[in-house]
């Protein structure tokens, strides 16, 4: 398969890359790649899919964690625009383009316990979760969505001075979204793990 891989130098992105590479042709993209798109506009995602794909990945989108009592409207505006509108726009470009059977992996989060600064977060990452439930059943040609909803990455929390070992290893991550495209599921959240 043609694999485009958005987020592609991040450390999502590169691991997902790494876990596609030996059996698929990857197409990694980032804001500043020779290929490059960006989730915020809209041009560049015509652009990336005019090239013949048979799977897209999105590990591109976060939202900072931000305490609610401080966030400005154009700070939600944003974020929204940025993960969820986003990757939405990437998902309804891909719709019309992928080959027949195609895939369609995006990127959520979540975390088991609710912590400070995560609200909007929450809420960007509960509709992409509605959005790919609902999505899969309207989509065309036997093309499949999926949504891969890490929580803490093990390499994250360890830059950041923290215990990893709270977090999931980033190839583990990596395998969950190689198994989506890979696979058969569709409209499913995946929480690696």
Same mark, same amino acid.
Request: proline fraction near 6%; hydrophobic fraction near 45%.
């Given at each position: 398969m043609k694999i485009i891989v958005l987020g592609a130098t991040g450390l999502v992105g590169r691991a997902v890359v790494a876990a596609l590479e030996p059996r698929h042709e990857i197409l990694p993209v980032s804001r500043t790649s020779p290929v490059a798109a960006d989730l915020a506009d809209p041009a560049?995602?015509?652009?990336?899919?005019?090239?013949?794909?048979d799977a897209v990945?999105?590990?591109a989108a976060n939202v900072p964690l931000r305490p609610l009592a401080e966030l400005t409207d154009q700070q939600v505006l944003d974020d929204l625009r940025g993960k969820l509108l986003g990757q939405v726009a990437?998902?309804?470009? !891909? +719709?019309?383009?992928?080959?027949d059977g195609g895939s369609i992996t995006l990127t959520?989060?979540?975390f088991t316990e609710p912590i400070a600064g995560s609200a909007l977060g929450a809420l960007v990452n509960a509709g992409l979760e509605g959005f790919v439930r609902s999505a899969a059943a309207e989509l065309p040609r036997g093309l499949r969505i999926n949504l891969v909803s890490p929580?803490?990455?093990?390499?994250?929390?360890?830059?950041?001075?923290?215990?990893?070992?709270?977090?999931?290893?980033? !190839? +583990?991550?990596a395998e969950a979204y190689r198994d989506l495209v890979e696979g058969d599921a569709s409209g499913t959240t995946v929480v690696p793990g």
């Amino acid at each position: 398969m043609k694999i485009i891989v958005l987020g592609a130098t991040g450390l999502v992105g590169r691991a997902v890359v790494a876990a596609l590479e030996p059996r698929h042709e990857i197409l990694p993209v980032s804001r500043t790649s020779p290929v490059a798109a960006d989730l915020a506009d809209p041009a560049s995602l015509d652009a990336l899919l005019a090239e013949p794909a048979d799977a897209v990945v999105c590990c591109a989108a976060n939202v900072p964690l931000r305490p609610l009592a401080e966030l400005t409207d154009q700070q939600v505006l944003d974020d929204l625009r940025g993960k969820l509108l986003g990757q939405v726009a990437l998902a309804r470009r !891909a +719709a019309d383009r992928l080959a027949d059977g195609g895939s369609i992996t995006l990127t959520g989060g979540t975390f088991t316990e609710p912590i400070a600064g995560s609200a909007l977060g929450a809420l960007v990452n509960a509709g992409l979760e509605g959005f790919v439930r609902s999505a899969a059943a309207e989509l065309p040609r036997g093309l499949r969505i999926n949504l891969v909803s890490p929580g803490w990455i093990s390499e994250t929390l360890e830059a950041m001075g923290e215990d990893g070992s709270r977090g999931t290893p980033v !190839a +583990a991550v990596a395998e969950a979204y190689r198994d989506l495209v890979e696979g058969d599921a569709s409209g499913t959240t995946v929480v690696p793990g």
